[in-house]
């Protein structure tokens, strides 16, 4: 049982965030997220790409503003639980509830914020009839250890940065690397596509396009593949084949929390604090709706620090509200170090 005080289901910006806003106000998180790691769709889908739109930073790259917003919250400790799928919501009595995982896991929280971005996110899958025969014995749209590919025959299908990273990283330790995509051109980052090329040339992967996967095969675990190019069938030898197609964003078990829905999003309560109609459970970020609502990033922040201070009072019913700016109290956290801007001093310059 992992007990906490805010419960955060979703590892996106918004929910990183989050943690630091609690931890101003002595609250402790724990975040959830279905994925191996965090950083939602930023980290999964386009780690290299610039934002533009972050204030106080002129570009930044999607993975860059997920490292500093970890550096951000670290030390206020927060727990996850990674690869996991949030399931189940029980409001156990007033101000507790319990989430369980669909890996059975449990946690216990005084509230509830819900930062799912888009929603759970689930793999696209090529279309192969018996694909799923072979999730998870053989196949997999995740690498999340990459160190179990290490001397391997690896196929990777795919043409965006996910594909083109991952071929980079594995043909380091794999035994082969075949990347496959059915066009010619690629979408990533123009540096990956470089050092892709560069591999190509110097024979340390093999590059088969335009080509599509069409059929797998084994028995207990997958042995081979078979791939449609130019009309002709061509069967490769391989331990594991890996399409990284990208996500599908899907509300998922959310949807029968028994929350009040619009267009697939959470509604809440822009006028006062994001909550929604469960009193406890909160929306912040992409997955939550109302009037004027803007899916930003920038919007996520905001709302996730007055859902905090919504909680903090829910909690803590009796005691003032102070509003504390961090240039003058600086951040003390869990983890006992201390940031402070220098005080000031009182001195006689004779």
């Known amino acids: 049982m992992i007990e906490t005080d805010i419960l955060i289901i979703g590892a996106g910006p918004a929910g990183l965030f989050t943690v630091f806003e609690a931890g101003l106000l002595k609250m402790r998180c724990h975040i959830i997220d279905a994925l191996p790691q965090m950083g939602g769709q930023l980290s999964e889908l386009y780690p290299k790409k610039p934002i533009f739109d972050i204030p106080g930073f002129p570009s930044v790259l999607a993975g860059e503003l997920i490292d500093n917003l970890y550096e951000q919250i670290k030390q206020f400790e927060p727990g996850f639980t990674f690869n996991e799928t949030a399931i189940h919501l029980l409001k156990l009595e007033e101000n ?10 449990k946690h216990r929280a005084k509230a509830v914020i819900i930062a799912g971005g888009l929603g759970s996110f689930e793999p696209k899958k090529p279309p192969i009839e018996n694909i ?114 990208g996500l599908v964003p899907k509300l998922g078990p959310l949807a029968d929390w028994g929350l009040e829905l619009e267009k697939n999003a959470i509604k809440v309560d822009n006028s006062t604090d994001f909550q929604t109609n469960i009193p406890g459970v909160y929306a912040v970020g992409d997955i939550n709706t109302y009037p004027y609502k803007m899916k930003l990033i920038l919007c996520g922040f905001h709302e996730a620090a007055i859902a905090c201070q919504s909680i903090y009072q829910r909690l803590n019913p009796n005691k003032k509200f102070v509003l504390k700016y961090t240039t003058v109290s600086g951040i003390e956290g869990f983890d006992g170090t201390k940031k402070q801007a220098e005080k000031q001093v009182v001195a006689t310059i004779d």
């Open 96 to 105: 507790l509830f319990e989430v369980i995982t669909d890996k059975g896991t």
């Open 132 to 245: 799923s025969d072979f999730e998870e014995r053989g196949v997999s749209y995740f690498i999340k250890r990459p160190e179990d590919y290490t001397g391997k025959h690896i196929v990777i299908a795919g043409g965006g940065d996910s594909a083109l990273d991952w071929t980079i990283h594995l043909a380091e330790i794999a035994s082969s690397v075949t990347l496959i995509h059915r066009r010619n051109e690629f979408r990533g980052a123009l540096d990956s596509v470089e050092k892709v090329k560069k591999l190509k040339q110097d024979g340390k992967i093999n590059l088969i396009t335009p080509a599509e996967v069409v059929a797998v095969e084994g028995e207990n675990h997958l042995t081979k593949i078979f791939i449609e190019k130019e009309g002709t069938i061509q069967a490769i030898e391989t331990d594991y084949f890996i399409p990284l197609f």
